[in-house]
T-cell receptor, first 114, second 111 residues
Framework: AQSVTQLDSQVPVFEEAPVELRCNYS??????LFWYVQYPNQGLQLLLK??????LVESINGFEAEFNKSQTSFHLRKPSVHISDTAEYFC????????????FGTGTSLTVIP | DVKVTQSSRYLVKRTGEKVFLECVQD?????MFWYRQDPGLGLRLIYF???????EKGDIPEGYSVSREKKERFSLILESASTNQTSMYLC??????????FGPGTRLTVT
């Protein structure tokens, strides 16, 4: 089974500053990688995903994440955050050969300060 | 758009009651999942199902059971609710794009 680590439980950042949310997973087997965002009192929404191909993937609202196989990482970045980015962010991993189970990190609470 | 719906957004039950949480997806997905979410613990898998009438235990199945009689519906049952089952419950299904689609969640309080 995979283990997914999000090292930072809370990240405060000023508006328009850059941010990086870190995610590491345990196994070097082939994986699918995901970032989800959760706004207060809502379910999780897919932010972006890596299945194959280019290691850099982007979302429609300016986030990007890079798959680094050697470091088993999938860090999420945004060059300039907005107040509306305040939310909980979850990293998730699914193994290619099973595909059924997802393994989630414990989440990072991003707070954007005006 | 894929839609995963859950029967209640907020639910308050008494200790010892039998509780049913319903989840319905409209995209003919094979796989469905039930998680509970608690602060600092992230999402923990309770049960999942990869086909009608099939189920697999997740990481924390104790005190829960599930039912999948139809492909689109996956129910979570708390046989005898206890206060330590107060939590946010999230249902999800997996599509062909491999990602999971989540419902809005049910916040259950057991008093």
């Amino acid at each position: 089974a995979q283990s997914v680590t999000q090292l930072d439980s809370q990240v405060p950042v000023f508006e328009e500053a850059p941010v990086e949310l870190r995610c590491n997973y345990s196994s070097s087997v082939s994986v699918y990688l995901f970032w989800y965002v959760q706004y207060p009192n809502q379910g999780l929404q897919l932010l972006l995903k890596y299945l194959s191909g280019s290691t850099l993937v982007e979302s429609i609202n300016g986030f990007e994440a890079e798959f680094n196989k050697s470091q088993t990482s999938f860090h999420l970045r945004k060059p300039s955050v907005h107040i509306s980015d305040t939310a909980e962010y979850f990293c998730a991993v699914s193994e290619r050969n099973t595909g059924n189970q997802f393994y989630f990190g414990t989440g990072t609470s991003l707070t954007v300060i005006p | 758009d894929v839609k995963v719906t859950q029967s209640s957004r907020y639910l308050v039950k008494r200790t010892g009651e039998k509780v049913f949480l319903e989840c319905v997806q409209d995209m003919d997905h094979e796989n469905m999942f039930w998680y509970r979410q608690d602060p600092g613990l992230g999402l923990r898998l309770i049960y999942f199902s990869y086909d009608v009438k099939m189920k697999e235990k997740g990481d924390i199945p104790e005190g829960y059971s599930v039912s999948r009689e139809k492909k689109e519906r996956f129910s979570l049952i708390l046989e005898s609710a206890s206060t330590n089952q107060t939590s946010m419950y999230l249902c999800a299904s997996t599509g062909w794009g491999y990602e999971q689609y989540f419902g809005p969640g049910t916040r259950l309080t057991v008093t």
